[in-house]
């Protein structure tokens, strides 16, 4: 059995407790994914919160003002509920992600840390007891999601800084909109993920400029429709 299935495997027994509770943070890597396997705006599946202290991804919308993180909506639900906005209630209480090929990386590497190469089951972990009891089985494939997260962080902390720079910079009164973000996240990982490592920082910064000048109507994500 693969890891990926043990992963699941473990995720059948539950109800789907985590996918109400927490709140799943996301980096720029989870919403381009999501955009492009699910050809969704990013407006209809992301809230956007003021970080009460200010961290590496967060994002400006103007200056001076708070940074910003993102993170998946929460469906309407009954009152003490919060499910996420892609969990997906079948008969029988059975609940399932449905998006779970393009799952965020908080998802994919949950209830997993790891320290100092040391791969554990965090102690807050909502999973019913004995989900985790194979893990040395899975090792391998926990670690190398783990570091995967790790490296897309700071990828995104290197897009988020493209956009603060452009911010801090402009001479806007008004400041900048979400969904005008969103549009320059998505087109950056477009960007990314077709040219040159030595050529994005430079085509980064050059992206975010373009967002510097004031327009009339919402920016268009260039392949999300």
Known sequence: MSSESSNVGSCLGCSGYCCTVYTVPVI???VWRIVQGQRLAPMLFLRYEPEHTPTDIGFLLQTPGPTYGLALSHAPARPNTHPCVFLVHLRGGV?????????????????????????????????????WAN??????????????????????????????TMV?????????????????????????????????????????????????????IDHAG
Request: charged fraction near 25%.
């Open 28 to 30: 720029g890597y989870d």
């Open 95 to 131: 609940y399932r992600c449905g998006i779970y090929a393009d799952r965020p990386l908080a998802c994919q590497t949950y209830p997993m840390r790891l320290n100092d190469d040391h791969l554990f089951v965090r102690g807050d972990a909502l999973c019913p007891p004995g989900s």
């Open 135 to 164: 893990l040395e089985r899975g090792q391998a494939a926990w670690r190398d999601r783990l570091l995967h997260r790790q490296a897309e962080w700071r990828r995104y902390g290197e897009v988020v800084k493209a956009w603060n």
């Open 168 to 220: 801090s910079a402009s001479n806007s009164q008004e400041g900048f909109r979400p969904d005008e973000y969103l549009a320059y996240l998505v087109n950056a990982y477009d960007l990314i993920s077709s040219v040159p490592a030595a050529e994005v920082a430079a085509r980064l910064a050059s992206l975010a400029r373009g967002y510097a000048q004031p327009i009339a109507e919402p920016r268009a």
